[in-house]
């Protein structure tokens, strides 16, 4: 698991402006531990599956998908980018990842690619 400092903070004050979930593949002690610092809720153990656990979260929710913006990295987000909105990828994606997003991102996953996403959203440095 790779984290960068300055996508916390930026992820910490975009939190005070829309709900963020995080949903893991895998269950992962530093995932949960940082998203637990960040305040920021987290999903674990869903391995491909992550479409189902999506759906079922945003009808428990009662939000409309097509507001929903989801940010993918791997073959396993593919299903959930299809089903919302506002699908982004981070640059270092695999191509068939990148291809159904509508927003690819400048930066690599774990390396600012969620800080460039926050001040895109917010429209200034955060």
């Known amino acids: 698991v790779l984290c960068d400092r300055s996508d916390g903070r930026a992820l910490r004050k975009l939190h005070d402006h829309i709900g963020i979930l995080v949903l893991s593949s895998e269950v992962d002690p530093v995932?949960?531990?940082?998203c637990a610092k960040l305040g920021?809720?987290?999903?674990?153990?869903?391995g491909d599956d992550k479409a189902t656990v999506l759906s079922e979260e945003l009808a428990r929710r009662g939000i409309d998908s097509a507001r929903v913006l989801y940010v993918g990295n791997d073959t396993n987000d593919v299903d959930c980018m299809r089903m919302v909105g506002h699908p982004v990828a981070v640059a270092d994606a695999p191509q068939h990842v990148r291809t159904v997003a509508h927003h690819v991102l400048t930066q690599a996953g774990g390396r600012g690619a969620l800080r460039e996403l926050a001040e895109t959203l917010v429209g200034h440095p955060l």
């Open 31 to 34: 995932v949960r531990a940082r």
């Open 40 to 46: 920021i809720e987290v999903s674990q153990g869903h």
